[in-house]
Nanobody, 114 residues
Framework: VQLQASGGGLVQAGGSLRLSCRAS????????MAWYRQAPGKSRELVARIRSGRDPDYVESVKGRFTISRDNAKNTVTLEMNSLEPDDTAVYLC?????????WGQGTQVTVSS
């Protein structure tokens, strides 16, 4: 499975961005899809995760500002990011896990200026 992310960029604090990730093939809705991020000098962290039959999970720092969604018909997962803050600056990577195998997208840079 290949994951292709898009939608990153440079935005001022308080602005919005929309990240999209398309999988190269259909992913069963029971498999999780997620967005992680990694800032320079920091470890990779889970930002948001969506799984069938469960409420999405969010890291505390983005709750109320970010929304994850998926379109199984289009094999995509989307991250709507609002009220962006400089601390949101990072490379954002999409992720899925299928039959115990982890798959990562190439990452897309999000930079939030103050």
């Amino acid at each position: 499975v290949q994951l292709q992310a898009s939608g990153g960029g440079l935005v001022q604090a308080g602005g919005s961005l929309r990240l999209s990730c398309r999988a190269s093939r259909s992913i069963f809705s029971g498999n999780p899809m997620a967005w992680y991020r990694q800032a320079p000098g920091k470890s990779r962290e889970l930002v948001a995760r969506i799984r069938s039959g469960r409420d999405p999970d969010y890291v505390e720092s983005v709750k109320g500002r970010f929304t994850i969604s998926r379109d199984n018909a289009k094999n995509t997962v989307t991250l709507e990011m609002n009220s962006l803050e400089p601390d949101d600056t990072a490379v954002y990577l999409c992720y899925t896990k299928i039959d115990g195998h982890e798959y990562w997208g190439q990452g897309t840079q999000v930079t939030v200026s103050s």
